[in-house]
């Protein structure tokens, strides 16, 4: 390689940078930059020609450059990429041609482009979902300024996009909102997000929807993402489901009462039936004491501890009556509130109403009590009462029905971890086993003149009112009712 002496303040041209020092002939004379070797390999390119060095195509777009045609070309040399220009020196028999490796910036530019392109792509993508989104979608500033609305909430609230750039979340809002909706934006820039937050707004044409809105901050633009969803569709549906369920309970209600009064009526012919028992035996007793008086009164010196005695005997009876009416008229008054009762004397005095007919029947009726048994409970004592005595009454109807001979009703009360159970055990021979899952509904009867509603009501009583539970099971002789009342006051 020759001497650089032409130009020496060459010697110090940009790294990555080549200086050609070009004759009028295109012929190359002087070569300069450090980096040049690189390129160069062994060659000495002094004196070779430009048309030499480069293909056809590269040399016209030289020339357009040191002619100053064109202010710069890149080419391609020696598996590198070159930016080309040229400067005019004070001799006019040469020329400066530059060359500046840009091949690294190649790859990059390459990449900035590719990720440019993805970005719009990206940014196409996002704005096909803001705009197909089923939400309303927006952007506001730190004050609450629309930036930018979704087409979704653009036609929901009326307005179009430059009309939103000159409203706020807030100035949308009805008036009694305003205040918290401000409050909404301002929680969402200290705390970073509001989940949630209901309210109503007013849309261009003055209609009033209620929304339900999500902020998040953007901290990094100082912007909120907001949004919103119409949900006035969501609470009218709610209101008229409420009105819906407040008519169906008001219906339930009343037929529920019907049911009870049904129930009370048919519990009531029953226990006329049971009065004319209770009272039978009584009223004989004092006709045939009466009968007896003709005969007394009709002989002299009649002792007046006789006279007292017959006295005593008849106002027995008389008050023995008069129990039976007041338990009777206890028995059809439903209890006022639930309150702490026995179990014991609630089952007795049950078994009392009907302690007659059961004898006139010859069936015998066993209550058996485990000791150390807390025979306390909370709820409803004269409904507990009528459970009772209703199937008590049916297990004397089914023994009857049977046939049998030694008809016998077990009671038995005992413990249970989570209160008292008592069990009401037949011989009446049991229920049919297709009749067993049956046996609790309403209007289901076996009986010929049955209204099917004793047993339903008494579940109802026992487990909606009382919370405890009653089943029923075939045993050897017959069927068992099972009642398990809890003790627990918190029940109410």
Not at 379 to 389: A, D, K, Y
Not at 439 to 446: G, K, V
């Amino acid at each position: 390689m020759q001497t650089r002496r032409l130009f020496p303040e060459c010697l110090y041209s940009p790294p990555n940078t080549i200086v050609f020092v070009i004759d009028t002939h295109n012929t190359i004379c002087e070569i300069y930059g450090e980096t040049f070797v690189s390129y160069e390999s062994e060659d000495n390119l002094s004196g070779v020609t430009l048309s030499t060095l480069f293909h056809e195509e590269t040399v016209s777009q030289i020339e357009k450059v040191l002619s100053g045609i064109i202010s710069l070309t890149t080419i391609s040399w020696r598996k590198n990429r070159f930016d080309v220009y040229a400067k005019k020196t004070e001799n006019p028999l040469y020329r400066l041609m530059y060359l500046v490796d840009v091949s690294r910036f190649i790859g990059v530019e390459t990449q900035l482009q590719e990720s440019r392109n993805d970005l719009l792509s990206k940014k196409e993508e996002l704005q096909a979902v803001f705009d197909l989104a089923a939400n309303g979608i927006s952007i506001l500033n730190h004050k609450g300024m629309f930036l930018y609305a979704n087409r979704f909430f653009q036609n929901m609230m009326g307005y179009t996009m430059e009309e939103l750039k000159h409203h706020s979340c807030i100035s949308l809002s009805s008036s009694e909102y305003a205040a918290a909706s401000k409050t909404a934006v301002e929680h969402a820039i200290e705390y970073g997000s509001i989940q949630n937050f209901r309210k109503v707004c007013v849309t261009k044409s003055g209609e009033h929807i209620n929304a339900s809105m999500s902020l998040s901050y953007l901290k990094s633009r100082n912007e909120i993402l907001m949004i919103t969803s119409d949900i006035t569709q969501d609470i009218r549906y709610q209101e008229e489901l409420k009105r819906q369920v407040e008519i169906e309970v008001a219906k339930r209600t009343e037929q529920y009462e019907v049911m009870c009064h049904q129930s009370r009526l048919a519990a009531m012919g029953e226990m006329i039936d049971s009065i004319a028992h209770q009272w039978r035996q009584p009223l004989n007793n004092l006709g045939i004491i009466v009968q007896g008086m003709r005969h007394i009164t009709s002989k002299q010196g009649i002792q007046q501890e006789f006279l007292e005695e017959i006295e005593t005997e008849m106002m027995e009876k008389l008050g023995y009556m008069s129990q039976t009416i007041d338990d009777f008229s206890t028995f059809f008054r439903p209890s006022k509130q639930k309150e702490r009762f026995n179990v014991l004397g609630g089952v007795e005095d049950a078994v009392r109403l009907i302690h007659l007919q059961l004898k006139s029947s010859a069936i015998e009726l066993k209550i058996d009590v485990e000791s150390n048994t807390d025979l306390s409970v909370f709820g409803l004592p004269n409904e507990f009462r009528q459970v009772i005595l209703n199937i008590v009454h049916n297990a004397m109807t089914a023994i009857l029905r049977s046939g049998c001979q030694d008809g016998m009703i077990c009671i038995k009360v005992k413990s249970h971890h989570q209160g008292i159970v008592v069990s009401i055990e037949d011989n009446g021979g049991g229920i049919d086993q297709s009749n067993l899952d049956r046996i609790f509904d309403p209007y289901f009867s076996t009986r010929e003149n049955g209204s099917g509603i004793g047993l339903y009501m008494s579940k109802i009583i026992i487990e909606h009112h009382m919370k405890g539970r009653l089943t029923v099971a075939n045993r050897k002789h017959g069927a068992e009712f099972t009642i398990l009342l809890v003790r627990s006051k918190e029940l109410t």
